[in-house]
């Protein structure tokens, strides 16, 4: 029973960073349409960002707060360089622009900084808490704690907040949002600014368990992706819920079976969820009538 329990936190903490990164997928498609492969770097960039500035001796607080600050602004400059330019191209083309974008990152990450592999101290000591006979680092509750915040922070701002009903009127209908007088490339930049903030803050939240390096971006991005997917494109919730589910499905895979075979367990899981349900556990079907 503590074994599975061990599983159980061990998949809960990766599957938290999974669904900070899905939340930031779902943010920029539902206002923009886009799905932004770029997603995965703005992690790395709070990670490295993070980690170099504490090993130059900043402050933790002041670290997270500039690598956070840096994520946020490449995703400004993202939209602004490279996404609003192109604003009237098809959809296909759009992501194929993130998929540069992330490649010119990871370059970029890679000058910057360098190509090792960085960590340093979680944020309350690295002694494993025991639980149930199952022992569970602190920060791994930061990570899952961080993944809850998000989600309900963003709950918060798109429900309560005149900007974040501005985000939900353009992703409905832009044409409408315009004619009533929403900014909606305001709105669309700030989506990508919140994606890139929500990024970041994983990123940073996540370095003293998982590490960094300039390249960890791709694979997080495809299980972002993944967990977008699977909970329903579109869907806060199903994000949060496919990206816990991914988690959990890799840890008691590399448990109970192989670590070598838990990236195609969760893999395959999703395309027999996608083949009996498109739209994902929570998302809705569309249909088009012709």
């Known amino acids: 029973m503590s074994e599975l329990l061990q599983f159980v936190l061990s998949g809960l903490t990766v599957g938290a960073i999974y ?4 939340l930031g997928f779902t943010l920029i498609y539902n206002a923009s349409g886009v799905v932004n492969f770029a997603q995965g770097e703005f992690v790395v960039i709070g990670g490295m960002t993070a980690a170099a500035l504490i090993g130059i001796g900043v402050p933790l607080p002041l ?5 956070v600050l840096a ?14 330019p192109a604003r009237n191209a098809p ?6 622009i993130t998929i540069g974008a992330s490649i010119f990152i990871r370059g970029a990450m890679q000058t910057i900084f360098d190509k090792q592999i960085h960590r340093y101290d979680g944020f309350s000591g690295d002694l494993p808490i025991r639980f149930g006979g199952a022992a569970i680092l602190p920060q791994a509750l930061w990570i899952i704690g961080g993944a809850i915040a998000i989600f309900a ?11 974040g009903r501005a985000i939900e009127a353009t992703s409905s209908n832009r044409l409408a949002a315009t004619l009533i007088g929403i900014n909606t490339r305001h709105a669309v930049n700030l989506s990508f600014a919140l994606s890139a903030f929500i990024g970041a803050l994983a990123g940073v939240l996540a370095t003293p368990i998982t590490f960094t390096s300039y390249d960890a971006g791709v694979l997080l991005a495809l299980k972002g992706f993944s967990a977008t997917m699977l909970g329903g494109v579109g869907s806060p919730l199903g994000a949060l819920i496919g990206g816990l589910a991914i ?4 840890a008691l895979t ?9 990236d195609a367990a969760a893999f395959v899981i999703i395309l027999a969820v996608l083949f ?3 739209q994902g556990l929570l998302g809705r079907r569309i249909q088009e009538r012709v």
Do not use: C, D, H, N
């Open 91 to 96: 959809l296909v083309s759009l992501v194929i």
């Open 63 to 67: 670290a997270i707060l500039g690598a």
């Open 247 to 250: 988690g959990l499905i890799e």
């Open 254 to 262: 590399a448990g109970y079976i192989s670590s070598s075979y838990k």
């Open 276 to 278: 009996l349900r498109p």
């Open 71 to 84: 994520g946020t602004a490449s995703g400004v400059l993202l939209y602004q360089f490279a996404i609003r």
């Open 153 to 163: 922070f963003l709950a918060w701002f798109m429900r309560r907040t005149r900007s």
């Open 19 to 22: 669904a900070a990164v899905a």
